[in-house]
């Protein structure tokens, strides 16, 4: 049973970890990703639609993204979605497909970026430490209930830091990298 728990908590961090990866999958570094316009939503038909349900995204050359809708009806609703997603795009329609070109970033973009990527490696470390907390509340409660005894509760929790301690480790080296490639120029 405690184990078990053990492993759970884990892969609740792990999954904090996936969502850090995709948070660092949204920040735009100066090189065209597709990935950057995964939360872009198009009001397609009176209601709103990820924009990868309505067309496919290619990357042809590093700086530039083009977006080749499926329906060419719904060409100016995706560039307006584009343009109003606030990621700092200008796309331009040709009438049959979108081109997105990035521009290059300024020192001062590139910090600002950093900065962000920070703040979700921060929230990141907050959710793992969470986990832990409530990871050993439950073996906590488990041992004043006498389900486990006091050299478990104290193995256990040993167990949980480590998992803490590495998943941790792993969002700072995950920092890191995303840092280098925002600042390189």
Request: net charge negative; hydrophobic share 35%; glycine share 4%.
């Amino acid at each position: 049973m405690s184990t078990n728990s053990v492993k759970e908590a884990a892969e609740r961090m792990d999954k904090a970890l996936t969502a850090l990866a995709h948070e660092f999958g949204g920040v735009h570094t100066g090189r065209a990703a597709a990935s950057i316009l995964d939360k872009v939503s198009v009001e397609y038909y009176g209601s709103p639609t990820p924009l990868n349900q309505l067309s496919s995204v290619s990357v042809p050359e590093p700086q530039m993204l083009v977006v080749s809708p499926y329906d060419k009806s719904s060409l100016n609703a995706i560039e307006k979605a584009i343009r109003s997603a606030d990621l700092g795009l200008n796309p331009s329609n040709d009438g049959v497909v979108i081109r997105v070109p990035f521009p290059p970033l300024t020192e001062e973009r590139r910090k600002e970026l950093v900065k962000l990527c920070k703040h979700y490696a921060e929230e990141a470390r907050v959710a793992v430490r969470n986990i832990r907390r409530d990871a050993n509340d439950h073996f906590k409660r488990q041992e004043k209930d006498h389900e486990i005894s006091e050299d478990d509760l104290r193995r256990i929790e040993t167990e949980v830091q480590k998992a803490t301690d590495a998943h941790v480790a792993e969002i700072d080296e995950m920092l890191k990298r995303k840092e280098a490639e925002i600042m390189e120029v």
